[in-house]
């Protein structure tokens, strides 16, 4: 084993794929890319994430209390990387990267069509320290036929990895049976 600056330990624990945040404030949609989230419970389910006054959408999420986490996949790897270096505060990015809004069934801020999965979140309280907000997803979309299943992670400094095979272990995981599938 050789010692690496404790700063990477993110690369080694990436908490899931990139996903595009989307928020709607004063009729404007906005789109950022976002992959500092983790999962916190799984009922209600909540998503903890970072959005920081640094980020456009802050200021969205803060006046809504809510958002939409849409996850994409690699065949939108470098829309994702696109969208996340410009700001929504000078550029329509459903516009410039061409995707297609779609209206969520209970939040404002519009669902991505050209995404694998849509989550309707509503914010339940706020770490302001760490800019860390806690969501609860309250709607989930899943697109079945969508034709691309592999998700985007990002190691840093530009570097993603796709998901590979899927191992399925469920029979296994006696123990929590009871979670739905």
Same mark, same amino acid.
């Given at each position: 084993?050789?010692? *690496? &600056?404790?700063? $990477?330990?993110?690369?080694?624990? #990436?908490? %899931? &794929?990139?996903?595009?945040? =989307?928020?709607?404030?004063? $009729?404007? &949609?906005?789109?950022?890319? !976002?992959?500092?989230?983790? !999962?916190?419970?799984?009922? &209600?389910?909540?998503? %903890?994430?970072?959005? $920081? ?12 209390? #809510? ?10 790897? #470098? =829309?994702?990387? /696109?969208?996340?270096?410009?700001? @929504?505060? =000078? *550029? /329509?990015?459903?516009?410039?990267? @061409?995707? =297609?809004?779609?209206?969520? $069934? ?18 339940? +309280? *706020? ?29 840093? /400094?530009?570097?993603?990895?796709? +998901? ?8 296994? !995981? *006696? ?7």
């Amino acid at each position: 084993m050789k010692e *690496v &600056p404790a700063s $990477g330990a993110f690369r080694q624990l #990436e908490p %899931g &794929p990139i996903v595009l945040v =989307t928020t709607s404030y004063r $009729g404007k &949609p906005n789109i950022m890319t !976002m992959g500092f989230h983790m !999962m916190i419970q799984h009922a &209600p389910p909540l998503i %903890g994430c970072v959005i $920081g006054p640094w980020d456009h959408s802050y200021s969205a999420l803060r006046a809504t209390g #809510e958002c939409v986490i849409a996850i994409p996949t690699i065949d939108l790897a #470098e =829309t994702v990387v /696109d969208i996340g270096n410009c700001s @929504g505060d =000078t *550029v /329509d990015k459903f516009e410039r990267f @061409g995707l =297609t809004q779609q209206p969520a $069934g209970s939040v404002a801020a519009p669902l991505i069509k050209e995404c694998l999965a849509n989550i309707e979140c509503r914010v339940v +309280d *706020v770490v302001e320290h760490h800019s860390l907000f806690i969501l609860e997803a309250e709607r989930l979309w899943i697109d079945n036929d969508h034709r691309e299943w592999r998700t985007l992670h990002h190691r840093g /400094d530009g570097v993603f990895a796709a +998901d590979g095979n899927v191992l399925d272990l469920c029979d296994r !995981m *006696v123990k929590w049976r009871h979670f739905p599938r």
